[in-house]
């Protein structure tokens, strides 16, 4: 993988923006076979859905995975940026290398129009934009986020995929599924009440730190009990980060040690080896008692912006540091 490739996509680790209100998706309509056609607006205007889809491409990595977590047969997909595999490590059914053809950071229109599909999800791509909205819409019927991209909840998000496809109960069933992780892993670790976290990246000279409440990363450590230290909690929003995050220099690495448990994912190794051997890094009380995890970026991604098929897999990836609390 070129390291250019690799430092966009750790960069769009911390460029979700906030949730939103958490209203759900317009609901479909009466008429029609088994509740078709569906009707829902988003932030690019109204898309019906005429029949239940029979080939489906999804263009966002959460749209691949609540899509196929609902069993719904994938014509095209976005492959995952891991050289040693396409399919995203928590997907619940693998996908051949055919149906994964397609590219999360460009997309390419003539490829999604050689799978012939009947509805393209696009409610977690980053690189959807009004010109390529209305060129994908020439194809198929095209479902995007309702207001911004990682702006809506991740149960209102599944219930807006579960609705286009005709799975809506599924789609309730796999909201509930994500909770009683959620619930288990609280029960399991009871330590996480009341404690705090930093999540961020080290990115060069620059340690931002996604912080803002409506951010959904935000929201799913606070459904686990867990708070951004006091003193982070009311800290302004740089406009020259992502919305939520605020950015420290290295000179103030030792605010970091307000936190009980400290995640940080890095866009290159040399990244990670710079803040590792940071010299107040290293006298961090959350370092050197190892609740500090470096997060691999496939756990980060999913920490940023959650989707309730991956909610298990992810409480997996962050146990083990949450049990040292």
Same mark, same amino acid.
């Given at each position: @993988?070129? /390291? ?15 949730? #939103? ?23 690019? !205007? ?24 609902? #069993? ?15 399919? $995203? ?30 509805? =393209? ?38 219930? $807006? /995929? ?11 069933? $796999? ?24 999540? #961020? ?46 950015? =420290? ?7 970091? !040690? ?36 470096? @997060? ?6 999913? $920490? ?5 098929? !991956? ?15």
């Amino acid at each position: @993988m070129k /390291i250019s490739r690799m430092v966009l996509l750790a960069a769009l680790v911390l460029s979700a923006c906030g949730s #939103g209100s958490g209203t759900e998706p317009a609901n479909p309509s009466a008429s029609g076979a088994a509740g078709f056609p569906v009707v829902v607006t988003h932030a690019y !205007g109204e898309t019906t859905v005429p029949a239940k889809p029979q080939r489906v491409v999804a263009l966002g990595w959460n749209d691949l995975a609540v899509a196929n977590a609902l #069993g719904v047969g994938l014509v095209g997909a976005v492959k995952y940026f891991d050289p040693a595999s396409a399919n $995203l490590p928590y997907v619940r059914t693998p996908l051949t290398d055919d149906v994964l053809g397609l590219d999360a950071a460009a997309i390419n229109v003539e490829k999604v129009a050689g799978y012939r599909p009947d509805l =393209i999800l696009a409610t977690s791509s980053n690189q959807l934009n009004p010109d390529t909205y209305r060129l994908l819409s020439q194809i198929a019927p095209v479902v995007a986020y309702e207001k911004s991209l990682y702006g809506s909840t991740m149960e209102d998000d599944a219930l $807006l /995929i579960g609705r286009v496809l005709g799975e809506e109960a599924a789609a309730r069933a $796999l909201i509930g599924t994500a909770h009683a992780a959620v619930e288990a892993a609280k029960a399991e670790i009871p330590g996480m009440a009341g404690k705090s976290y930093l999540y #961020g990246q080290a990115r060069g000279e620059v340690l931002p730190l996604v912080v803002g409440a409506d951010n959904l990363c935000t929201k799913f450590m606070t459904s686990l009990g867990m708070k951004v230290p006091d003193t982070f909690a009311n800290a302004p929003a740089s406009d020259t980060l992502a919305p939520g995050t605020i950015g =420290i220099s290295y000179e103030r690495a030792g605010e970091l !040690g307000a936190a009980d448990v400290l995640f940080m994912t890095f866009p290159s190794a040399a990244d990670r080896q710079t803040f590792e051997g940071n010299a107040l890094v290293k006298k961090l009380p959350v370092v050197e008692q190892g609740r500090y995890l470096a @997060m691999p970026l496939p756990a980060a991604q999913l $920490l940023q912006g959650p989707n309730v098929a !991956g909610v298990p897999w992810l409480l997996d990836q962050l146990k083990p540091t949450l049990r040292k609390l």
